[in-house]
């Protein structure tokens, strides 16, 4: 079992910046895949970013790329997504995922942080 708690949002105007964090705990998180995913009112959960544990590599949605930045820091077993330039249109509930590599899928997730860019 993996635990991930998320913390870090807020509300920001536009332009601004934030930077989520996402520890984990209950199980090896070097050996974790990690990923942020959004949830916007009346719409589904999407991808944002994510990061592999065996080489670091990381993705991006396309809506974020150049102003997010996922990384990891397996010493404190957190995750982080650096958010620049906010958007309004980036408003959501911003969860964290894990995914080990005998899954296809994201198995565990957070509670979720709520993020909220006014215009």
């Known amino acids: 079992q993996v635990q991930l708690v998320e913390s870090g949002g807020g509300l920001v105007q536009a332009g601004g910046s934030l930077r989520l964090s996402c520890a984990a705990s209950g199980r090896t998180f070097s050996t974790l895949n990690m990923g942020w995913f959004r949830q916007a009112p009346v719409k589904e959960r999407e991808f944002v970013a994510s990061?592999?544990?065996?080489?670091?590599?990381?993705n991006y949605a396309d809506s974020v790329k150049g102003r997010f930045t996922i990384s990891r820091d397996n010493a404190k077993n957190t995750v982080y997504l650096q958010m620049n330039s906010l958007k309004p249109e980036d408003t959501a509930v911003y969860y964290c995922g894990a995914r080990p590599d005998t899954d296809y899928a994201y198995t565990y997730w957070g509670q979720g942080t709520q993020v909220t860019v006014s215009s």
């Open positions: 990061i592999k544990w065996r080489d670091g590599i990381t």
